[in-house]
């Protein structure tokens, strides 16, 4: 499993974009960013994005992409997942004819480029040979992460936006090769951190307590630039082996 990170950002700056990993080119985790980092042929290669909730710094990308393939292939098709009240976010909220057009009824009558897709918590989806489950994560809206099993047994769990949560590790069934975990505020913000469900590095050190076995790699994303230097020095202080930051841009093998 190839994991490019489009984006890995909290806030948008310039060079620091929103959450967006591709897998092998064609499963995007949150579309926070994609038109804005990829180029036309890789965004007319993605044909799955599973969304961890609809706050508008990971479902942003989704309305760029679709006009996009409107121009580039209008029979490309993309499959959006999620839990039933972010899909409804989408729907009602983004695709509504009124923020921007509503691309599961575009082009008309010939299937449209987007298809909206329901999934519960804790149920596998197979696809393209990975098994990808939803788990309920804390966060200000409802929220999920997902764990993502390659054929060969390797797992990633990527968390989305998430505050301290004993419930998810206790339901993911098996040890974790890789988490990408939330460390959006740095430890001094830590009830605000709390107050709209995200980690801080002294949480996030609390969270990696509360799993059976520690993952093999543990990444953090979804961090403010504005904190990055208090951030990173916070993580160094934690002398958690096989712990970084993420960069984006990058790409991890699993
Ligand atoms: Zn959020
Ligand atoms: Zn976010």
């Not at 696809?127 to 489950?133: E, R, T």
């Not at 993952?215 to 904190?227: A, C, D, L, M, S």
Request: glycine content about 8%; aromatic content about 6%.
């Amino acid at each position: 499993m190839k994991i490019k990170v489009l984006g890995c950002s909290g806030a948008e700056f310039p060079k620091h974009h929103f959450s967006s990993f591709l897998i092998d080119g064609k499963i995007l985790l949150d579309a926070g960013s994609i038109a804005d980092v990829l180029d036309e042929k890789d965004q007319l290669k993605i044909k799955s994005i599973f969304i961890t909730h609809a706050h508008l710094d990971h479902i942003k990308g989704i309305p760029f992409l679709a006009d996009n393939i409107l121009i580039g292939n209008k029979q490309g098709r993309v499959d959006i997942f999620s839990i039933p009240p972010v899909i409804k976010a989408i729907k009602e909220d983004l695709l509504n004819d009124v923020v921007w057009p509503d691309f599961t009824k575009i082009p008309r009558g010939l299937g449209s480029i987007l298809r909206l897709n329901k999934l519960k918590h804790g149920e596998p989806l197979r696809i393209d040979g990975y098994c990808i489950i939803p788990f309920k994560v804390n966060h200000a809206v409802p929220a999920v992460g997902y764990l993502i099993e390659t054929p060969t047994k390797r797992r990633l769990f990527y968390s989305g936006d998430t505050g301290p949560t004993g419930e998810t590790w206790k339901k993911i069934p098996a040890k974790i090769d890789c988490l990408i975990l939330d460390v959006t505020f740095p430890d001094k913000v830590e009830g605000e951190a709390i107050r709209t469900g995200h980690l801080t590095p002294g949480l996030l050190r609390m969270e990696l307590s509360k799993m059976k076995n520690m993952p093999e790699r543990v990444y953090v994303t979804h961090t403010k630039p504005q904190y990055l230097k208090t951030i990173t020095s916070e993580l160094k202080r934690l002398r958690i082996n096989h712990l970084r930051l993420l960069k984006g841009g990058e790409s991890i093998e699993l």
